[in-house]
């Protein structure tokens, strides 16, 4: 089972990029509750940690292109393909990021 275990806490609206693996993952707060995403555009393969995170939408930096961070579902173009969601638990003081679907 591959996972990416994270000792940080963030504050709501807050996001961090992780890179485990060759894995690269988004990790953000959305109303109390931890969501991880790709952190790779499904259009033009650039981090979306780069952009803006407003509410649970991550726009992509390079063209703009909309996911929903807590589904990993394509809002807006120019992409159409959705990115990968991965589920978050927490352990104690440590959330951890299933990355192997």
């Known amino acids: 089972m591959s996972e990416i275990r994270v000792s940080q806490s963030l504050e709501d609206g ?3 990029a992780l890179k485990e693996d060759g894995k690269h993952v988004l990790l953000c707060k ?5 969501h991880a995403v790709s952190d790779i555009c499904s ?3 650039v981090l979306l940690s780069k952009g ?4 649970k939408t991550v726009t992509c930096p390079l063209h703009g292109a909309r996911f929903d961070v807590t589904t990993g579902k394509c809002l807006g173009g120019p992409a159409f393909l ?6 978050v638990r927490e352990d104690g003081d440590e959330l951890i990021i ?4």
Not at 30 to 34: E, F, L, M, P
Not at 52 to 55: A, H, I, N, V, Y
């Open 43 to 45: 259009h033009a393969r």
């Open 98 to 101: 299933a990355t192997d679907g």
């Open 14 to 16: 807050e996001s961090i």
């Open 82 to 87: 959705d990115i990968e969601s991965y589920p």
């Open 30 to 34: 959305i109303a109390g509750k931890y």
């Open 52 to 55: 803006r995170l407003r509410g």
